[in-house]
């Protein structure tokens, strides 16, 4: 069975920092590309980070203010969030992407946590 299963979200004052974590299990984690994505309200689901074996990459709206990082030991991706803004109001989701070597069908989805920044 498939599962990545994320936590760690919460509601924080702007400029507050925390730290989401998705566990990931039924599959070959190593293998695929894992990525944080948000949505809020109204709004389309958009890519905040992601990373693979070798790098990462992140959106200009978080740039310098959020890390991406995995352990294949541990079949685990994290995002450090750092210096949190209201606008970062969101549903966010973990997402495990193996089309590209595995097939089209080899991308899963995380149930999402809540991260709400409000003072």
């Known amino acids: 069975q498939v599962q990545l299963v994320g936590s760690g979200g919460g509601l924080v004052q702007p400029g507050g920092s925390l730290r989401l974590s998705c566990a990931a299990s039924?599959?070959?984690?190593?293998?695929?590309?894992m990525s944080w994505y948000r949505q809020a309200p109204g709004k389309e689901r958009d890519l905040v980070e992601s990373i693979t074996s070798s790098y990462a990459n992140y959106a200009d709206s978080v740039k310098r203010r959020f890390t991406i990082t995995r352990d294949n030991a541990k079949n685990r991706v994290s995002l450090q969030m750092n210096s949190l803004k209201p606008e970062d109001t969101a549903v966010y989701y973990c997402n495990a992407d193996g089309s590209r070597y595995l097939g089209v069908e080899y991308v899963y989805w995380g149930q999402g946590t809540q991260v709400t920044v409000s003072s």
């Open positions: 039924g599959f070959m984690f190593s293998r695929y590309k």
